[in-house]
């Protein structure tokens, strides 16, 4: 594994799991050996992800920087800082890939305006796993990300996707806060035409993974999943 200063984008599990090598590739275990630092959403969940490895230096000593949907933009360059100077650190989701569904984008992209080495590696994306489970189309997708918080505009939203999703015979995609689930589809029940489908995918690569895929009407007339405090992802498709 190389030494040379980099931002290292490195994947996180989509929950707890004693063994990282069952969803994260040797790659990453590897790239963990090198970093001297940590960018993450939050203290606890960059501390917790790097006990998960063997590192440079105790887990404890390894510095973590925050970087989340608050971090005011002019404090990116800050954060890139130690990079400059000759270290190596990596950014980390709080689940599954960085930059797919969260603000990290932000920080590569002025990465790469400093010519700064950027390094990617493999890992699970609930995105593309909800998909290739889901049994809908995967040729044309949009995703959407969260879907809105006030019961009016989600609705306005949800008639959106089926208006795309008619028009570009592509499967529409979105996710929804664990406490929302419940609300959210109800709200697509009642929006979504009958011949719609829909699969609701949740708890993925955990023991407790559910995947549904079924027309609206089917959903109607069955008993709903509980998605209760679980992770959860939305696929809607108009066709056949």
């Given at each position: 594994m190389?030494?040379?200063?980099?931002?290292?984008l490195?994947?996180n599990?989509?929950?707890?799991?004693?063994?990282v090598?069952?969803?994260?590739?040797?790659?990453?275990?590897?790239a963990m050996?090198?970093?001297?630092?940590?960018?993450?959403e939050?203290?606890a969940?960059?501390?917790?992800?790097?006990?998960?490895?063997e590192?440079?230096?105790?887990?404890?000593?390894?510095?973590?920087?925050?970087?989340n949907?608050?971090t005011p933009?002019?404090?990116i360059?800050?954060?890139?800082?130690?990079?400059?100077?000759g270290?190596?650190?990596g950014?980390?989701?709080?689940?599954?890939?960085p930059?797919i569904?969260?603000?990290?984008s932000?920080?590569?992209?002025r990465a790469?305006?400093?010519?700064?080495?950027?390094q990617?590696?493999v890992g699970?994306?609930?995105?593309?796993?909800?998909?290739?489970?889901?049994?809908?189309?995967?040729q044309?997708?949009?995703?959407?990300?969260?879907?809105?918080?006030?019961?009016e505009?989600?609705?306005?939203?949800?008639?959106?996707l089926?208006?795309?999703?008619?028009?570009?015979q592509?499967?529409?995609?979105?996710?929804?806060?664990?406490?929302r689930?419940?609300?959210t589809l109800e709200?697509?029940?009642?929006?979504?035409p009958?011949?719609?489908w829909l699969?609701v995918a949740?708890d993925?690569t955990?023991?407790?993974?559910?995947?549904?895929t079924q027309t609206?009407?089917?959903?109607k007339k069955?008993t709903l999943?509980?998605?209760?405090k679980?992770?959860a992802?939305?696929?809607v498709?108009?066709?056949?």
């Amino acid at each position: 594994m190389s030494d040379k200063p980099a931002l290292l984008l490195l994947p996180n599990l989509l929950g707890e799991h004693r063994h990282v090598e069952v969803f994260l590739p040797s790659s990453v275990v590897k790239a963990m050996r090198s970093i001297d630092g940590l960018i993450a959403e939050s203290e606890a969940a960059g501390r917790r992800y790097l006990t998960q490895f063997e590192t440079k230096k105790p887990a404890a000593e390894i510095p973590i920087a925050l970087f989340n949907e608050h971090t005011p933009d002019d404090h990116i360059d800050f954060l890139l800082e130690p990079i400059i100077n000759g270290e190596r650190w990596g950014l980390v989701s709080d689940a599954g890939l960085p930059c797919i569904a969260d603000p990290g984008s932000k920080l590569v992209r002025r990465a790469r305006q400093k010519s700064l080495v950027v390094q990617s590696f493999v890992g699970p994306s609930s995105i593309l796993m909800s998909l290739m489970l889901s049994g809908l189309p995967g040729q044309k997708f949009f995703f959407h990300g969260y879907l809105d918080r006030e019961p009016e505009k989600r609705q306005a939203q949800l008639k959106h996707l089926v208006q795309m999703g008619k028009e570009e015979q592509a499967t529409q995609i979105f996710m929804e806060a664990p406490y929302r689930n419940a609300h959210t589809l109800e709200a697509a029940l009642k929006v979504l035409p009958n011949h719609a489908w829909l699969c609701v995918a949740w708890d993925l690569t955990m023991p407790t993974q559910g995947v549904i895929t079924q027309t609206v009407e089917s959903w109607k007339k069955s008993t709903l999943p509980n998605l209760e405090k679980k992770p959860a992802i939305f696929l809607v498709h108009l066709g056949d």
